[in-house]
């Protein structure tokens, strides 16, 4: 985390949500609810970019995977948006 300036929000969540993160206080597995939720959202964050990472990484379609999208696309005959926003033309 970082150890700057912290915001204060307000949020509402399930009560099962809150008295888990009060038994991780409780139980000494946390600092604070607020550590809990914080700790949450940044795993959160990290794994979400993690996943773009991999996406960026991984091998562009061949050219029979291109072959394949569009016949399926011409079965749906239509428009459709691929990952990234890119759009298939029939």
Do not use: Q, W
Not at 42 to 59: E, M
């Amino acid at each position: 985390m970082s150890g700057g300036r912290k915001a204060r929000i307000t949020i509402t969540v399930d009560p099962d949500v809150v008295e888990y993160a009060e038994h991780l206080v409780a139980s000494g597995k946390a600092t604070s609810v607020a550590a809990v939720f914080n700790d949450a959202i940044a795993a959160k964050r990290i794994g979400g970019a993690t996943a773009k990472g991999r996406l960026r990484r991984s091998a562009p379609p061949s050219t029979a995977d291109a072959v394949r999208l569009r016949a399926g696309f011409r079965v749906l005959g239509g428009r459709c948006l691929v990952g990234g926003g890119v759009a298939l033309r029939a």
